[in-house]
């Protein structure tokens, strides 16, 4: 009878501990599948804005951004990845401050046409960012800033105002524009550059 009763408790045990261990293994596989979040702002996604769906997403997610236009002002603060349509027809077309503000490393960004006034293309505060295939142009202040930072990365894309300060590891390919200012610049890599008009630039504090 005690040993019936030893077993049986064992066995509730062992079932319990394994039911545990079950559900751990799917709430953590759960929580690390990347998700694609769908912004359309007309309306038929998940999301009509894009920090709608930024403010949704965990890291390693997909934000993928529909033909349209959409506001500005985007605090971007988990690593994702935002990916608009077509480069032309995406638009961020109105902010107080900027069109994109990047907070955390490993954000990338592609296939966007910014276009504002009295604002800020792209701000970047965080390293291992991306750019690619974005037009930053008309915007009232730098199309693009980013200070003391490192691993920044341009590739197919055209800014009015290029200016970077104090970073390590730039890489910009394929890059149009009319003004280009790099200060404190430790390293880096440029390929394919073209200016648009004659202005002067800086880089490293030299005028060039």
Request: charged share 25%; aromatic share 10%; glycine share 8%.
């Amino acid at each position: 009878m005690y040993m019936a009763k030893l077993l049986r408790l064992t066995f509730n045990l062992l079932y319990f501990l394994f039911i545990l261990i079950v559900a751990l293994a799917l709430f953590f596989c759960l929580k690390g599948e990347a998700k694609t979040l769908y912004v359309d702002d007309d309306g038929g996604a998940n999301f009509t804005t894009i920090q709608e769906a930024v403010d949704s997403a965990k890291d390693g997610d997909v934000i993928f951004v529909k033909n349209g236009s959409y506001p500005g002002d985007v605090v971007v603060h988990t690593s994702v990845n935002i990916i608009g349509e077509t480069s032309e027809n995406v638009r961020v077309l109105s902010a107080e401050k900027y069109g994109f503000k990047i907070e955390v490393e490993g954000v990338r960004i592609r296939n966007f046409t910014i276009e504002l006034l009295n604002s800020t293309g792209i701000v970047v505060e965080a390293d291992n960012t991306s750019l690619t295939n974005v037009t930053v142009r008309d915007c009232g202040k730098d199309s693009l800033f980013s200070e003391n930072t490192s691993g920044l990365m341009l590739k197919d894309s055209f800014l009015n105002t290029l200016r970077v300060r104090n970073c390590d590891n730039i890489s910009v390919q394929d890059l149009s524009f009319n003004h280009l200012f790099l200060e404190e610049v430790k390293s880096g890599k440029f390929n394919r550059l073209l200016l648009n008009k004659d202005e002067k630039g800086k880089r490293g504090g030299e005028e060039k």
